[in-house]
């Protein structure tokens, strides 16, 4: 049987890439391919490649190939990363970093919010996605609960602009569902709505690309792992010995085999109180040195601590972060946490 291209497209419609749920023909995976009659070859765009996911598609591929055009042909595929082909809508990315924590209710989105501020208040280019499917909160903290982004086409394919509010470009779930009513969401529907935020949005070009996780370690983290190239992890705890048994998992979950981010450090946020008439005085209400411990048991560096204070909960209710404080001591704790994680990010990019 004589090899054609459209021949070899139709075999590959069988290969299923199961973390976008759909072949990879239809994703666009498929790239250069080329054809002689005894020799197939072509590339397939990733997202990343250290996943099991490339590995599984290439043999299936493979299988598939060989099975319509007989074993004796020469089949060359290459996989290779979404950033090298220089596309995707996150082709302008340079970082994405994920803020987590395998405990609800630490402030992780305070965090990435103000991680968020404090970064482009450093002069760089910064997105924010709330991936907190559950609970979104990112669009009150920056007062843009009313507020829905809107959609442009790009080659035949809508893409959603995310709203820009204090020079940060947001998306969050929150713009789509109605939050007073709960949503059940099956993990098909969690991974959708992820893939959604970063892929089908016209992100242009960042420098940081900050995600507000759910708590734990559920889909929206396995999804993320296993199908963007993510930079490195800031995984966010309370000073409570309690908190360390699911920071740990949390950490853990990153460290696995296959799945690897790697974890730029940890931010102890509550990790004393001031009163606002006595800014100077710190109380360790739940203890002093439990960060720094838990980073050391992590081996990870402890990228600040970030006190319990009235302001930084009234500010993320009226929907402007602290971090944009001119001169208060808080919004510095939050720069100089933005400026180690640069540090960070520029170690692991090495
Ligand atoms: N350092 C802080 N000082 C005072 N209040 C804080 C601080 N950090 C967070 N909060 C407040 O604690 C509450 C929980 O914070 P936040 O929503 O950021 O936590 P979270 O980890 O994202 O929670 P969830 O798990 O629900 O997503 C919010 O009301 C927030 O304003
Ligand atoms: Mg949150």
Not at 68 to 81: D, L, S, W
């Amino acid at each position: 049987m004589s090899i054609t291209k459209s021949k070899v497209i139709e075999v590959l419609k069988s290969v299923i890439y199961f973390t976008k749920g759909d072949n990879i023909v239809n994703l666009g995976m498929l790239d250069e391919l080329d054809v002689s009659d005894d020799k197939i070859q072509f590339r397939i765009v990733f997202p990343r490649l250290n996943v099991p996911a490339v590995d599984i598609v290439v043999k299936s591929a493979t299988k598939a190939l060989r099975e319509k055009f007989g074993e004796q042909i020469t089949i060359n595929i290459t996989p290779i990363p979404e950033k090298e082909k220089g596309r995707g809508p996150l082709a302008g990315v340079r970082h994405i970093i994920a803020v987590a924590s395998g405990k609800g209710g630490v402030g992780k989105s305070t965090v990435a919010a103000n991680l968020a501020v404090a970064l482009a208040r450093t002069g760089s280019q910064v997105g924010l996605v709330d991936a907190d499917i559950y609970g979104p909160s990112i669009p009150m903290m920056f007062g843009v609960i009313d507020e829905a982004p809107g959609v442009i086409e790009r080659e035949g394919k809508p893409l959603i602009v995310p709203l820009e509010k204090h020079g940060i470009r947001l998306l969050s779930i929150g713009f789509f569902v109605d939050t007073d009513k709960p949503l059940v969401w099956r993990g098909p529907m969690a991974t959708s709505a992820l893939n959604q935020l970063l892929s089908d949005a016209d992100w242009g070009v960042l420098d940081y690309l900050i995600i507000d996780l759910p708590p734990g370690t559920g889909d929206i983290q396995l999804t993320l792992a296993q199908s963007y190239s993510v930079t490195g992890a800031v995984v966010v705890t309370t000073p409570q010995k309690l908190a360390f048994a699911d920071v740990r998992r949390a950490a853990t979950m990153f460290r696995q085999d296959k799945i690897t981010i790697p974890l730029l450090g940890l931010i102890e946020n509550m990790a004393y109180f001031s009163p606002s008439d006595m800014p100077d005085k710190k109380y360790y209400i739940f203890g002093k040195g439990h960060g720094e411990g838990f980073a050391n048991a992590l081996d990870i560096p402890l990228l600040g601590q970030i006190p319990i204070v009235e302001q930084i909960s009234v500010a993320g209710d009226n929907g402007s972060p602290i971090a944009l404080d001119e001169d208060s001591m808080i919004a510095n704790a939050f720069i100089e946490v933005a400026q180690k994680v640069k540090t960070m990010v520029k170690e692991s990019s090495k």
